[in-house]
C-alpha cells in the first residue's frame, strides 16, 4: 500500500484523514498474462492501481483488427473511465501484456467520498487532466510525425517496454505494421553500428 500512497501523493498530496478513509476500499490482486481488467461491452464498475506489469488499452475496429491506444506500465491508475462516468459499456479493452499486481476500488465507492474529502477529488481531477494532456499528444504524434519519429518517442516515453512485449504490441500502438516496426528498428540498428 506504500506504493499507491506514494504515487497519490506525487500527484496531489491527501491529508492523513482522506487515507484513513480510502486505504480499506483498495484490495490487492492479480492480473495474469493475457487476462482482462476492462473488457469490451461490459460496464466498468472498478478503477485500479497498476503497482507492477503492463497493460494496454486497445479496440478493435470492424475489419477485427486491434489498435493499442494506451500502455500503462507500473506505477499508473488503470480502468474504463468513459465508462465509469456514463455508465455505459465499455468500448476500449484493458488487457495485461505481463503479469501484473494491481490494488483495484469501486469507483462509485471512491467518488461518493469526494463531498468531505476535497483533496481525494483534487488527485482525481489531476489525473483527468493528465490523461486528457496524453490523449491529446498522441493524436498530435500520430497526424504530425513520421512511423520513425513515433518509434523514437515510444522509446523515450517506455524504455523499457520493448523487451516485456511483442514487436505487434509496438507496432499497433504506433500505427504501422510489424513490417515496418521491423524496418525502423534496422534502421537504428545500423546506425549505432
Same mark, same amino acid.
Given at each position: 500500500?506504500?506504493?499507491?500512497?506514494? %504515487?497519490?501523493?506525487?500527484? @496531489?498530496?491527501?491529508?492523513?484523514?482522506?487515507?484513513?478513509?480510502?486505504?480499506?476500499?483498495?484490495?490487492?490482486?492479480?492480473?495474469?498474462?493475457?487476462?482482462?481488467?476492462?473488457?469490451?461491452?461490459?460496464?466498468?464498475?472498478?478503477?485500479?492501481?497498476?503497482?507492477?506489469?503492463?497493460?494496454?488499452?486497445?479496440?478493435?475496429?470492424?475489419?477485427?483488427?486491434?489498435?493499442?491506444?494506451? =500502455?500503462?506500465?507500473?506505477?499508473?491508475?488503470?480502468?474504463? %473511465?468513459? @465508462?465509469?462516468?456514463?455508465?455505459?459499456?465499455?468500448?476500449?479493452?484493458?488487457?495485461?501484456?505481463?503479469?501484473? &499486481?494491481? %490494488?483495484?476500488?469501486?469507483?462509485?465507492?471512491?467518488?461518493?467520498? %469526494?463531498?468531505?474529502?476535497?483533496?481525494?477529488?483534487?488527485?482525481?481531477?489531476?489525473?483527468?487532466?493528465?490523461?486528457?494532456? !496524453?490523449?491529446?499528444?498522441?493524436?498530435? !504524434?500520430? &497526424?504530425?510525425?513520421?512511423?520513425?519519429?513515433?518509434?523514437?518517442?515510444?522509446?523515450?516515453?517506455?524504455?523499457?517496454?520493448?523487451?516485456?512485449?511483442?514487436?505487434?504490441?509496438?507496432? @499497433?500502438?504506433?500505427?504501422? @505494421?510489424?513490417?515496418?516496426?521491423?524496418?525502423?528498428?534496422?534502421? =537504428?540498428?545500423?546506425?549505432?553500428?
Amino acid at each position: 500500500m506504500n506504493e499507491l500512497k506514494h %504515487y497519490f501523493n506525487a500527484i @496531489s498530496k491527501l491529508n492523513e484523514a482522506t487515507w484513513d478513509r480510502i486505504v480499506p476500499y483498495f484490495k490487492e490482486d492479480r492480473l495474469q498474462k493475457n487476462e482482462y481488467f476492462a473488457k469490451e461491452n461490459k460496464t466498468a464498475h472498478q478503477i485500479a492501481f497498476l503497482k507492477t506489469g503492463v497493460v494496454r488499452a486497445y479496440f478493435i475496429n470492424k475489419e477485427g483488427k486491434d489498435y493499442n491506444k494506451q =500502455f500503462f506500465v507500473g506505477q499508473s491508475i488503470i480502468g474504463a %473511465y468513459s @465508462s465509469l462516468l456514463t455508465g455505459k459499456t465499455n468500448l476500449i479493452a484493458q488487457q495485461a501484456l505481463t503479469d501484473c &499486481v494491481i %490494488y483495484t476500488c469501486d469507483y462509485a465507492a471512491l467518488t461518493q467520498l %469526494y463531498e468531505e474529502c476535497p483533496d481525494l477529488e483534487r488527485f482525481a481531477r489531476k489525473i483527468a487532466e493528465y490523461y486528457f494532456l !496524453e490523449k491529446e499528444k498522441k493524436e498530435i !504524434e500520430i &497526424v504530425l510525425l513520421d512511423a520513425s519519429q513515433r518509434y523514437v518517442l515510444f522509446k523515450k516515453e517506455f524504455p523499457t517496454l520493448e523487451q516485456l512485449i511483442t514487436q505487434f504490441h509496438i507496432a @499497433s500502438y504506433l500505427g504501422i @505494421s510489424a513490417t515496418q516496426l521491423s524496418r525502423i528498428r534496422k534502421q =537504428f540498428a545500423s546506425k549505432k553500428s
